[in-house]
């Protein structure tokens, strides 16, 4: 991450479907090197961004720049840098996942020996050894979005789009499809990746474009858009009800009862290690009996919930 770099740049950038504008003047750029998250609900247009993007659909207005080239004018130089993996399956299910790394390879104009080499590194690498030789309609959805994953990146391409790569999988398959893109993180690639998932946001992203609507309207580090929207949270567990009352008499400040059985409270708190450190003292000079105690901090779900007044998306859908 030595320079600075920009490789991906939209600017302004709108669509209409019919008369229905969809995206509203987005705008965002992604590092060389680093993964931005383009978090955002159902139908907020992060599809619609990803493929105007990578060249397969046009934007109204507005400017997008990919490593330099303009989508527009410089259509084939872009698509010769990205990678993209989506929910248009670009995956053949009558093949092998071996014959689809393969047909993928010639067709990006590798030779036969080459385009086999580098089918096997990349059946190793996303796990997909052992299911090589099976034609894909009898992978598993884990498998399916690897063997995605692996066929749009059998050029190597400096950059990728990720479109919602984890969207309907079990979290044993999410948390593999984490790995591979850690890897892919670690390896230098610049990533642009969609997601519906605070959790998965916050865990991988270097930088968080919130849209919704069709238009930006966060965006930053996972801990900026945190610390935009709520102080961190003192919880206290108290076994009897006279050491919550003691509590609240003492503490002071801004006191929640937290289960309204006067046995939990949370106090809002500015500074953490002074406000930890009184509520101690107070707690020891008053003979305070505590059960438990923890700080909590705002979530990416507290972030979403107060931007878009809307209910977070969770990532247990499945449960
Ligand atoms: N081909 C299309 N024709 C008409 N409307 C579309 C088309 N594709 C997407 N839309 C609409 O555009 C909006 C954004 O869609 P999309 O970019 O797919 O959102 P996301 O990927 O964030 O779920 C949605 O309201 C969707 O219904
Ligand atoms: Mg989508």
Do not use: C
């Not at 385009?115 to 690498?125: C, F, Q, S, V, Y």
């Not at 979290?171 to 642009?192: H, Q, V």
């Not at 500074?271 to 438990?292: F, G, H, Q, Y």
């Amino acid at each position: 991450m030595a320079t600075n770099e920009n490789v991906i740049t939209a600017r302004g950038l709108r669509k209409s479907y019919g008369k229905i504008e969809v995206l509203k003047g987005i705008d965002l750029t992604v590092q060389k090197g680093t993964m931005l998250a383009l978090l955002g609900p159902n139908g907020a247009g992060k599809t619609t961004t990803v493929r105007i993007l990578s060249t397969l659909l046009k934007h109204d207005d507005g400017e997008v720049l990919i490593n330099g080239y303009d989508v527009s004018r410089d259509a084939d130089k872009v698509r010769s840098v990205i990678g993209l993996t989506g929910q248009s399956a670009a995956v053949d299910e009558l093949l092998t996942g071996r014959e689809n790394l393969v047909m993928m390879g010639r067709l990006y104009r590798l030779t036969a020996r080459s385009a086999k080499a580098r089918a096997d590194e990349l059946l190793a690498e996303f796990d997909l050894v052992d299911a090589a030789d099976r034609t894909v309609k009898t992978y598993s959805g884990g498998m399916r979005r690897r063997l995605d994953l692996a066929v749009s990146l059998i050029a190597s391409p400096p950059i990728i789009f990720l479109d919602e790569p984890t969207t309907g999988l079990d979290p044993r398959s999410r948390i593999a499809m984490w790995d591979i893109i850690k890897k892919l993180m670690s390896a230098g690639t610049t990533i642009l990746l969609t997601t519906q998932y605070l959790e998965e946001a916050d865990q991988l992203a270097d930088r968080i474009v919130v849209i919704d609507g069709g238009k930006v309207i966060a965006e930053g580090t996972a801990t900026e858009l945190k610390a935009k929207v709520g102080k961190d949270r003192l919880e206290l567990v108290f076994k009897k009800t006279s050491d919550y009352k003691a509590a609240v008499k003492h503490l002071g400040g801004e006191v929640v009862d937290t289960n309204d059985k006067e046995q939990s409270l949370a106090l809002i708190i500015n500074d953490t290690n002074k406000d930890v450190r009184r509520v101690l003292d107070t707690i020891a000079s008053k003979n305070i009996s505590v059960e438990s105690m923890a700080v909590h901090k705002p979530t990416l779900d507290d972030v979403f919930l107060s931007l878009t007044g809307k209910q977070k998306q969770t990532t247990e859908e499945e449960a």
